[in-house]
């Protein structure tokens, strides 16, 4: 068991109790949610900072290697080379990165010090959940989780040609014959990071709370009332819930940021042939976590 407060000054220490961490993984409403929270005047909201992607970037990304040769135990280059003297970050000399990592995290976010809330969501980066929440013990934990055969579906149709990533970013996008690589890549990055930041959650000794997407789209008002008390933070609910409504949403669209947002679309959208493929992956997740 690691220890509390190392190398944090009492200073950061105060700060990373107003840290508010929204993990789990992409396409999974984290940025709806977010933006909710941002309505009180009390919360700053920071979008993806992206230190989670630095600290565990995933080990199939590696030329000549593929997502189905790794498992939660080494899918990321911390975890493979954990054990390592030379690594940067290695298991046996945490006692001297643990607590300065802590420090740099609160530091860096310390410009948003007034704020009541520093709340931040970092989908993309949560594979690094355990290294992230471990140097911060006392901020808050919000596992934010979908289900996974959504999430797949919802981050192919971001990157296929024609989807919103390709209008956002200079990438062509994926073409019709690399669709079922990137859906069995994007369905164990599932697996990974669902495994990695419940975990995480579960040895997590500061505030935490778990939201399900499901849920939070079915009754927004409801957990939402549930986040903000949590959080400690008064809030007209009801009108931040209506103010965000998917129903507002300007653009809105299969090949949008905004999509169609209701569960169980992966049904209609992927063919027979990639559902039996994800759900092979999945399966004992999905059932972990009742799906």
């Known amino acids: 068991m690691f220890s509390r407060h190392r190398g944090l000054t009492r200073g950061q220490r105060a700060l990373s109790r107003k840290l508010l961490w929204i993990l789990g993984s992409p396409r999974s409403g984290s940025t709806w949610l977010l933006k909710m929270l941002d309505s009180s005047p009390v919360v700053t909201a920071i979008n993806e900072p992206s230190i989670g992607r630095h600290l565990a970037p995933f080990t199939c990304e590696i030329p000549g290697s593929a ?19 030379s690594y940067f970050f290695s298991e046996p000399h945490s006692d001297t990165w643990v607590g300065p990592l802590g420090s740099m995290i609160c530091e860096r976010l310390a410009t948003r010090k007034e704020f009541k809330v520093i709340a931040i969501q970092e989908p993309n980066g949560s594979q690094a959940a355990d290294i992230i929440m471990r140097s911060i013990p006392e901020a808050r934990f919000l596992f934010l989780l979908r289900d996974g055969r959504d999430v797949v579906d919802s981050e192919c149709a971001a990157y296929a040609e024609g989807g919103w990533m390709t209008k956002r970013y200079p990438m062509r996008g994926i073409h019709a014959d690399e669709r079922r690589a990137f859906l069995e890549e994007s369905a164990y990055k599932w697996v990974w990071r ?26 927004p008002q409801d957990e939402m009332t549930r986040v903000f008390e949590w959080a400690g933070i008064d809030a007209d609910v009801g009108a931040i819930v209506e103010q965000h409504s998917f129903d507002r949403a300007a653009v809105r669209g299969p090949n949008e940021f905004v999509r169609a947002a209701s569960p169980g679309g992966w049904r209609e959208n992927l063919t027979a042939d990639e559902q039996g493929m994800i759900q092979k992956i999945m399966q004992p997740t999905l059932d972990r976590f009742g799906y």
């Not at 997502?67 to 003297?85: S, Y």
């Not at 669902?194 to 009754?219: D, N």
């Open 194 to 219: 669902t495994t990695i930041v419940s975990e995480a959650f579960e040895r997590h000794p500061g505030p935490k709370l778990m939201v399900r997407y499901e849920a939070l789209r079915e009754r």
């Open 67 to 85: 997502a189905p040769d790794f498992d939660p135990g080494n899918c990321t280059l911390n975890r493979m080379a954990a054990d390592g003297e």
